[in-house]
């Protein structure tokens, strides 16, 4: 391989940044709706105008904020078009999954819910009109191998069978096969 030839590999995701409004906006939504804690702010460094606000989505990583007081929640929904977010996506317990959409519309935000297949989603939108989605997998990954894996193994035997989509049958296969190599 010549040295051009390379790539960069990346190791994950480290962190999104989002286009917010005001401070106050988004600490009541990331923090006081979807329970991220609110970690620490700064100036956003490329835009002195601008605050910085850094929230922990549960894994450590991080869910940032640019706001300006100067800002409204724009309400509207967000830009689909090539080059945009479409949405963001947070996993959650089978639970909190339950509980969620009650939950929701009691703070009078309106969900979608759908069956993926190989997940639960239910969508709903930030104050300035950005669709998230709460996640919650149809399966429990086995020790020693990652979600990624199971759903690469489904995957492939969806592809075999000729099916449209990922099933309960695909993953139970997909998690045997795992087990047995």
Not at 30 to 53: D, I, K, R, S, T
Not at 108 to 134: A, C, H, Q, T, W
Not at 142 to 168: C, Q
Request: aromatic content about 8%; charged content about 30%; some cysteine.
């Amino acid at each position: 391989m010549t040295r051009s030839d390379s790539r960069v590999q990346v190791q994950g995701l480290h962190h999104v940044t989002i286009v917010g409004s005001t401070r106050q906006s988004a600490i009541d939504f990331w923090e006081g709706v979807l329970g991220m804690p609110f970690v620490f702010e700064q100036p956003n460094l490329g835009n002195p105008a601008e605050n910085h606000l850094y929230f922990d989505p549960g894994d450590g990583r991080l869910l940032t904020v640019f706001t300006d007081e100067g800002r409204v929640d724009a309400g509207r929904d967000a830009p689909r078009e090539p080059g945009t977010v479409e949405h963001l996506a947070f996993t959650v317990s089978r639970a909190t999954f339950q509980l969620a959409p009650a939950r929701l519309r009691a703070r009078g935000i309106e969900v979608l819910e759908r069956d993926r297949g190989f997940m639960d989603s239910i969508y709903f939108r930030d104050p300035n009109g950005m669709k998230v989605e709460l996640a919650c997998y149809k399966f429990q990954t086995p020790e020693g191998f990652r979600d990624a894996d199971v759903l690469r193994r489904a995957f492939e035997l969806r592809v075999a069978r000729g099916e449209a989509n990922i099933t309960a049958e695909h993953l139970a296969d997909a998690i045997e096969d795992l087990l047995r190599r």
